[in-house]
């Protein structure tokens, strides 16, 4: 691991990449940054997911955890979400949910939160990567009666579904719905929250065994859903990823809607209630073109948010608003939720389908999706930034971007740490798009000397 963080918190190889140690170590750090600015006893709380290796890690994280001094309450299997609430609700000082979200089994990862269950800052962050990776002589470990101690929460699922339950007059007796769980931490949670707000619930992918989480299933793998959904007569599918923060939904022809159409569902809604704040919605530079002239059509204001959770909050709650998120799924209602929540995501698609009167197809359609293209150029690690200052390049984007106009547009960035160029070229003409997306990664890999290597079409 090249770095500690990247921007989901930490995630790798369980055991091998992600190691015991390393994650012993980061439980250790997470107790030391925290001590520095509270002066009591720490209580953090742990919750994971349903991949074979969350045991082990959970084990190590919890042992650094309490050999630094502080307590732990372990949640058990929980969406990611509901550690967040928990957290906040029980007045601890901090929770870290061990999952790789939407990896498959060999990855696992840790995300940590602050006591007021948002993200945790890039200065706890620093401090954690420094103490573990720089410093590992300012850990230091207690011992006797100052050792943390481990305690089981009870019902802590019951009390997560009970708050969301709560948050509104929900009644959906008559809809049916066919949801993907994902094999993941939805896989009781879903069918026991739906079913109690009136949903006739088809499940699927919600036997966990340890090794099928995210397995031909979940928002990575929707393919199967059509069918069903038209078997069972259903009025809507509803997709998780492993730690259930990342919702999709399914028409009942089977189309997929993604995290663009979503917001554009629910904030179409919030406004007929009068409940979007400032009519204004926060999304990333990577949404679809699509939102921004759905939102011009229907009046609605948008603010442009760099990717990630972190960015994305900071933009609600500078603003005051209440709808934000990404095209991947990951919503984000800061009235409702400190952090993105597939389970609660689906109640706000439900609530609008009902209110509607209409079919889910018919609320998709009020968004024009934009075909879009996009390709991973590698580069050679001293390219990075200085990219952006050749003029090969950068004449060939602007170009490009003239003979798009204001039908489409291309975004090029850097992705992360990492030694590669992210090109996304968006426009109506999915083979204007796809010429332009090759003709621009094909320039950079001659620039760079190296070659793309991943590339996805519509």
């Given amino acids: 691991m090249d770095r500690l963080f990247s921007i989901d918190g ?33 209580t953090v709380c742990v919750g994971r997911d349903t991949r074979l290796s969350s045991d082990i890690l959970e084990n190590a994280l919890v042992a650094g955890i309490c050999s630094a001094g502080a307590d732990v309450v372990k949640l058990g299997v929980l969406p990611s979400a509901a ?77 997560y579904l009970r708050h969301l339950i709560k948050q509104g007059k929900y ?33 699927l992918n919600n036997k966990p065994d340890g090794m099928n989480i995210n397995n031909r299933c979940g928002v990575m ?41 979503i917001m554009s569902i629910i904030s179409l809604h919030y406004k007929r209630e009068v409940k979007l704040k400032k009519e204004t919605v926060v999304i990333t530079d990577m949404s679809n073109l699509g939102f921004k002239h759905f939102a011009a059509l229907n009046d609605i204001k948008v603010i442009t948010s760099k990717p990630g959770e972190k960015c994305i909050y900071e933009k609600l709650l ?25 389970l609660l995501t689906g109640i706000q698609i439900l609530d609008a389908l ?28 001293q390219y990075k930034e200085l990219w952006k200052n050749n003029p090969h390049i950068t004449d060939l984007i602007e170009k490009r971007q003239y003979g798009l106009g204001d039908d489409g547009r291309i975004f090029v960035r850097e992705a992360g740490a990492e030694p590669l160029i992210r090109v996304m070229v968006e426009g109506k003409s999915f083979e204007k798009i796809n010429q332009y997306a090759i003709e621009i990664s094909d320039k950079i890999k001659e620039q760079t000397s190296l070659t793309p290597v991943l590339s996805s079409g519509k």
């Fill in 354 to 381: 009902k209110a509607s009167g209409k079919k889910l197809s018919e609320l998709a359609s009020s968004m024009e999706k934009y075909p879009q293209v996009m390709i991973n150029v590698a580069i050679l690690p």
């Fill in 10 to 42: 930490m995630i790798g190889v369980a055991v091998t990449g992600l190691t015991c140690e390393m994650v012993m170590q980061a439980g250790r750090a997470l107790v030391l940054a925290l001590s520095k600015k509270l002066q009591h006893r720490l």
């Fill in 221 to 261: 793998h929707t393919g199967l859903m059509a069918r069903i959904i038209k078997e069972k007569r259903a009025d809507i599918g509803l997709v998780f990823d492993g730690d259930a923060g990342k919702c999709l939904a399914i028409t009942e022809n089977g189309d997929i809607i993604d995290g663009d159409q």
């Fill in 83 to 159: 550690v967040a609430y928990i957290t906040k609700s029980s007045n601890a000082d901090a929770g870290v949910m061990i999952s790789a979200s939407h990896h498959s089994y060999e990855m696992n990862g840790l995300k940590f939160f602050s006591g007021a269950g948002y993200r945790i800052s890039d200065d706890i962050e620093d401090e954690i990567e420094d103490a573990v990776c720089v410093h590992p002589e300012k850990i230091k470990i207690v011992s006797h009666d100052l050792v943390g101690r481990i305690t089981a929460a009870q019902n802590a699922e019951w009390d």
């Fill in 171 to 203: 009644d959906f007796t008559g809809m049916r719905a066919v949801i993907d769980c994902a094999n993941g931490c939805a896989s009781q949670a879903a069918e026991k929250l739906y079913s109690a707000l009136g949903v006739k619930c088809f499940m």
């Fill in 318 to 342: 500078d603003g005051g608003y209440i709808l934000g998120g990404e095209q991947n799924g990951k919503i984000f209602l800061p009235e409702l939720s400190t952090t993105a929540d597939g």
